[in-house]
């Protein structure tokens, strides 16, 4: 069985093949035209996985060695993500599909974040909690099994990605700024300015809070001092970083304890991020939580994660049909 999966919801244009359950590999084309504008801007971004997709399919199915005859399915990212984006590759899948004579599998991005742990070993095993931080999404999803899971927690407002992201762009570093703000994180004391924890009820997340707290914080530490940011940019990225850490890791432990399971992963763009990794091996040793790290290109947005989820859905026979439509904000 081999299966071409597309993964073009957001800002990266991707393409995999999946031979047998094993990933022969992982084809990116980052957009790079958001960069001057400091956040995805959905029309370029539509433009550029229009010029991408094709180059970015043929080398994925020329270096697998793979005849384009001998594909068994074509999976692609039927949502959550930006319309115009998921439009591309959908029709793509569906044009080639039915050239093809082949069947479509459509995959929910925010399930192939979370199968992308079933890519290499360690695989975690069931059940198990897995934080999903990504720069659309913060969800503590249950999963039962690779097409069994539940949200059982969720932001009200902003993604943590973005709270990275937005934060770092208040302190005029550039766009994506997660990574950045890591960087600098690292030289950083993290217990230098206090930031609030927001106190939401149950397994809900909020980081809208710390985003104003940020800007106010800078706005009258400015004002006394023109150069407070360049004075303290590490302190500043780090105390950020160790705010959000805490919140998401506070959620995390109430999680593990509610439903009284020890497997533990994390998947999305923000699971890069070193002081989170670092935080939750020391978690790990606390509460003899078994934890799980996908490599770091399978964390951010990839068609690999796309194809192995692909895999599970072609085994159990579900396809769907060629009227099939894009979900913007398509649930798991
Ligand atoms: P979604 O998956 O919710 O649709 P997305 O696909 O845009 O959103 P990803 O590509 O999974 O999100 O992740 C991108 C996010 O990860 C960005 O917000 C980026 O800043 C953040 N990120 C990447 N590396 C790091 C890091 N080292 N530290 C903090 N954040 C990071
Ligand atoms: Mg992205
Ligand atoms: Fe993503």
Not at 58 to 69: C, L, M, Q, T, V
Not at 177 to 200: C, H, R, V, W
Not at 224 to 250: R, Y
Not at 298 to 314: L, Q
Request: proline share 5%.
């Amino acid at each position: 069985v081999n299966i071409l999966a597309i993964e073009s919801s957001c800002d990266e244009t991707s393409a995999s093949i999946i031979s047998n359950g094993k990933i022969l590999n992982n084809i990116v084309a980052t957009q790079s035209v958001h960069e001057k504008y400091g956040g995805v801007v959905p029309e370029l971004a539509s433009r550029a996985h229009q010029q991408h997709l094709i180059p970015v399919v043929n080398e994925a199915i020329s270096s697998s060695g793979i005849n384009k005859n001998e594909l068994s399915a074509i999976a692609f990212t039927k949502g959550p993500g930006l319309m115009g984006s998921l439009m591309v590759g959908v029709s793509f899948a569906k044009s080639f599909a039915y050239a093809l004579g082949i069947p479509l599998i459509a995959i929910n991005h925010m399930e192939a974040h979370i199968l992308a742990h079933f890519i290499d070993e360690p695989k975690p095993n069931f059940p198990f909690i897995c934080l999903t931080v990504s720069g659309g999404h913060t969800q503590l999803v249950l999963v039962r099994d690779h097409l069994d899971m539940e949200v059982v927690g969720e932001t009200m407002d902003d993604a943590v990605g973005e709270a990275f992201d937005k934060t770092a762009k208040l302190m005029g570093l550039p766009y994506p700024g997660g990574p950045i703000l890591d960087k600098y994180a690292k030289e950083g004391n993290p217990t230098a300015f206090q930031f609030p924890i927001s106190d939401m009820p149950g397994l809900t997340f909020s980081f809208s809070g710390i985003k104003t707290a940020v800007l106010y914080f800078l706005r009258d530490n400015l004002k006394e001092n023109p150069k407070f940011v360049e004075e303290n940019l590490a302190d500043i990225c780090a105390s950020i970083q160790h705010t959000l850490i805490k919140t998401l890791m506070q959620k995390l432990k109430k999680a593990a304890k509610q439903y009284k399971i020890k497997e533990i992963a994390i998947a999305g763009g923000v699971s890069a991020n070193s002081g989170l990794r670092k935080e939750l091996e020391n978690l790990s040793n606390q509460y003899g939580w078994q934890v799980y790290i996908p490599k770091f290109e399978y964390c951010t947005d990839n068609a690999a994660m796309i194809a192995m989820a692909a895999h599970y859905k072609y085994q159990k026979s579900e396809f769907c049909g060629f009227d099939v439509s894009p979900e913007a904000r398509m649930k798991i």
